[in-house]
């Protein structure tokens, strides 16, 4: 049961970044970077190369996850481990963002690189492109901005693409 139970938060957590992105929530950095990096996990979970995911595929890599997190090796994932598991992403996604507003490449984000960032996320929130965000335009989910709908995701691919048979 203490597996399953793990099992299943660790579905959650793994999940929590793609369902917040389609809900609007992710930053307003380009669509690349996520892309890239769901393209990763995904070519990481695909272990026959298939370019599709059975259940057997996620639960084996959502169980290298677990193993990851579970750092005392107890076979239990506790608070402190989740914790510090959430740490440790929010730190890459903070360098991440970092390294999308260093234009120069020297290592380090101005005040003017950190300034053109924001004008940037204005140009990717300005749907109509008449260089002004709206209201309604700030407070639209990414994946309605681009036109897409929930059975479209991942750079185009449908949803139905990933087999998780029941």
């Given amino acids: 049961m203490k597996k399953l139970f793990a099992v299943a938060l660790l579905g959650t957590i793994a999940l ?3 369902l917040a992105h389609s809900q609007g929530m992710r930053s307003g950095h380009g ?6 990096q769901m393209l990763e996990r995904f070519k990481a979970a695909d272990e026959n190369g ?15 996850r677990a ?19 959430r740490k440790e992403m929010r730190l890459k996604r903070q360098q ?5 507003m260093d234009t120069d490449g020297d ?5 003017d690189e950190f300034a053109r ?30 036109g897409m709908h929930h059975g479209k995701r991942f750079g185009g691919m449908s949803a139905g693409k990933m087999e998780c048979p029941r």
């Fill in 16 to 18: 929590t970044p793609v």
């Fill in 31 to 36: 669509g690349e970077a996520f892309k890239a």
């Fill in 50 to 64: 298939d370019e599709s995911l059975t259940r057997a595929e996620i639960y084996q890599s959502h169980g290298k």
């Fill in 67 to 85: 193993a990851e997190i579970d750092t005392n090796n107890d076979g239990v994932i506790g608070v402190e481990e989740i914790d510090a598991a």
């Fill in 96 to 100: 991440r963002m970092l390294n999308r």
């Fill in 107 to 111: 290592g380090v984000v101005s005040t």
């Fill in 117 to 146: 960032s924001g004008t940037m996320r204005m140009q990717h929130m300005d749907r109509d492109r008449d260089g002004v965000v709206t209201l309604d335009e700030a407070t639209t989910p990414p994946m309605q901005k681009r």
